[in-house]
């Protein structure tokens, strides 16, 4: 989470009130569907997902500027017109400090390339001076430190959260970090297209290093790749690191060094500004053991070399317009299949999201997100919560005490719609209209020093993680929370003209999907207080299990590319998540009707309209180079088996549909596997 960005899938949108009227309403109400993206000609028991998108899939062309396209992108897309929209709006007189003129000055800063082009990498040469000064073992803890602070990546880095297991306290998380490329496994495959992957990388950060003036930039680029290489090996793997009790180490402060002699941890701690800390998360013990030897073995010049390939990596997209080109290059052509960058003013925007996202939230929602939209939110995440306490209840394989203990986590769900009740407050960010890496540096120290500021403090529990304008939502274990920004609760997600059926099944089942995190393989460890516990009894944890591993076995039979699998294992949390959450929205959807029938809109049922809302909102294809990242590092199953995987699972799809033996998609009720 705090060295990986993947493109997430989560896209939850406003749906209609949960217990309306089925009368006036739906009569008049038109499918909301678009039919003209469906292909009709393919059976739905044989392939639904091309069912409801074949069309669309057959004719539609990915922009030039982007790795995917489908309906997560249209709604972004509409987000950042909205916010460029408030952005250019801005008073150019606004007094220096506040927060008009910082986003105004933040966003200009990124526009103005003839700045950046004539200072080229000098905005670096401090920092790589620095790195020039590492000699020793002294110097170079304080170097991995400075990483965390200022830029860059290192084989170890830390980050404050609250404490899984007494989380009304934050606590310091120290993990594995440190690889340029999105995962260990591209360093370890020895096919052809990864060895030359690998070549293409070590090309990539020899121009890097080259522009930088550094010399013999090719012999530190091959040392650079081998080092990387070497950590990677020492790594857990994508599958290990997504269990929380395996990555949960509580130990003091002062036994890292005896876990890691060859790390001068006192100089660390100290550099980093957590030295006071008595105690720590250490994520992965093992791995940090292997790496002591690991840089016990290598000279401290090659470390030197790493971390400065490591920080003008970090900063290149946002130095002279040769070097960001550079950076694109490798990481989005070569990496994703993209041909060309963003518009700059998309990706200024980027920029003030991850820096001064909840000051441009704050006129976002004010423009954008009405308080009656929160408001019908807040009973659909109601309506979502009575279908799961529902489903709980009849659930035939837990046991009585393990029920009492699911429904009272799922009472203290704590939903957060739309933005913050309390705004954070950036007055301590300087920002200048033509200095680009300085504000990004200042913003930096900010962020830094808001974290380190919440060491000894309770836990915020109105901290959101999202900006209101960013289209996602996500589950915190931690504090128990289901979290909707406000971009994504609008169209195309949502149509308030349009029958029920659709909007359950595709905006229901995706609230139902975050609301499954809480009782997803990893989610489920904690309970209703977000403490990681057990609190299940040894039988129901056996069956949900063996439940589990079925779904596994189901997805590790996709092949999204030839010769390349899903991982069912590593993205059996987003799995449980989209069965759960369209089950529940089914059982929602039922509540709703109250025991009326829903009408027949553009020929079809209102069970089939739910279904097709589901698969209509993963409408999506992605380019192949993007595909096999995402195969390697995100948590999420392609779209296409988030249609095709979670179905046939479901009994009311075969019945809606008519599905039978002879179609594709057909499981034996045996074989169907139900969890919640």
Avoid at 15 to 23: D, F, K, R, T, W
Wanted: proline share 6%.
């Amino acid at each position: 989470m705090h060295n990986k960005k993947s493109i997430l899938a989560g896209l939850i949108a406003l749906a209609l009130l949960a217990g309306c009227s089925q009368g006036d309403h739906q009569s008049q109400a038109r499918s909301g569907l678009n039919l003209a993206n469906m292909d009709t000609g393919v059976k739905p028991g044989d392939d639904f997902f091309r069912y409801a998108n074949g069309r669309w899939l057959a004719s539609a062309q990915i922009p030039d500027d982007r790795p995917a396209d489908g309906a997560f992108y249209t709604l972004r897309d509409k987000s950042l017109a909205d916010v460029r929209t408030l952005i250019e709006a801005l008073p150019k007189d606004a007094p220096q400090g506040s927060e008009d003129q910082q986003i105004r000055d933040f966003y200009a800063s990124y526009l103005d390339q003839q700045t950046r082009d004539a200072r080229g990498m000098s905005p670096l040469r401090p920092l790589l001076a620095e790195l020039d000064k590492v000699s020793d073992s002294q110097s170079l803890a304080r170097a991995l430190a400075r990483a965390g602070k200022v830029g860059g990546n290192a084989p170890f880095g830390f980050w404050i959260g609250p404490d899984a297991k007494a989380p009304s306290q934050y606590i310091v998380n120290l993990g594995q970090s440190g690889l340029g490329l999105p995962d260990r496994d591209y360093y370890l495959k020895t096919d052809a297209a990864s060895v030359n992957l690998r070549r293409q990388y070590q090309q990539h950060i020899a121009t890097m290093l080259g522009r930088a003036g550094e010399d013999d930039a090719n012999t530190q680029a091959a040392q650079i790749v081998a080092l990387e290489a070497a950590i990677a090996r020492i790594q857990w793997d994508k599958v290990a690191l997504r269990d929380r009790e395996k990555s949960y180490n509580k130990l003091a402060t002062g036994e890292l060094g005896r876990l890691a002699p060859h790390i001068d941890w006192q100089s660390y701690l100290a550099e980093a500004g957590i030295a006071h800390q008595r105690q720590l998360i250490l994520g992965q013990p093992g791995y940090l053991q292997a790496l002591d030897a690991l840089m016990a073995q290598t000279p401290t010049t090659q470390w030197r070399s790493y971390l400065k390939w490591q920080l003008i990596s970090d900063y290149a997209p946002y130095l002279d317009g040769e070097t960001d080109r550079a950076n694109f290059a490798f990481f989005g052509t070569t990496l994703s299949g993209t041909p060309k960058q963003r518009a700059p003013w998309e990706r200024a925007l980027a920029v003030l999201d991850a820096h001064l996202g909840e000051a441009v939230g704050k006129r976002y929602v004010a423009q954008y997100f009405p308080p009656e939209a929160k408001a019908r939110m807040e009973q659909l995440v109601e309506n979502l919560r009575t279908a799961y306490g529902q489903s709980i209840e009849e659930l035939d394989w837990m046991s009585p005490d393990t029920k009492r203990q699911a429904r009272e986590k799922l009472a203290k769900f704590r939903p957060k719609i739309g933005y913050p009740d309390k705004w954070r407050d950036y007055s301590g960010i300087r920002v200048e209209p033509d200095d680009l890496v300085g504000n990004l540096m200042r913003a930096r120290a900010f962020e830094y020093q808001e974290s380190l500021d919440r060491l000894g403090t309770p836990v915020d529990k109105d901290l959101w993680y999202m900006s209101p304008q960013t289209v996602n939502a996500y589950y915190n274990p931690s504090n128990n929370e289901i979290v909707f920004p406000a971009a994504i609760l609008q169209p195309p997600f949502f149509d308030m003209a349009a029958d029920d059926a659709v909007n359950y099944g595709a905006i229901g089942g995706v609230i139902g999907h975050e609301m499954g995190h809480g009782f997803d393989d990893q989610g489920a460890k904690s309970d209703g207080d977000g403490v990681l516990r057990d609190w299940w009894t040894a039988q129901d944890l056996k069956e949900f299990r063996f439940r589990t591993s079925r779904l596994v076995a189901q997805y590790n039979r996709f092949e999204p590319i030839d010769g390349q699998f899903v991982n069912g294992q590593f993205t059996l949390g987003e799995n449980i998540g989209d069965l759960g959450g369209l089950t529940i929205a089914h059982k929602a959807y039922e509540i709703s009707l109250a025991g009326k029938e829903a009408p027949v809109l553009d020929g079809f049922t209102g069970e089939q309209r739910f279904f097709l809302g589901w698969a209509q909102v993963w409408k999506g294809k992605y380019r192949p180079e993007l595909m096999q990242m995402l195969l390697a590092s995100d948590p999420h199953s392609p779209p296409e088996y988030r249609v095709n995987g979670v179905v046939p699972n479901i009994p009311a799809f075969y019945e809606a549909f008519n599905i039978d033996p002879q179609d594709k998609l057909y499981l034996a009720p045996a074989k169907r596997v139900k969890i919640w």
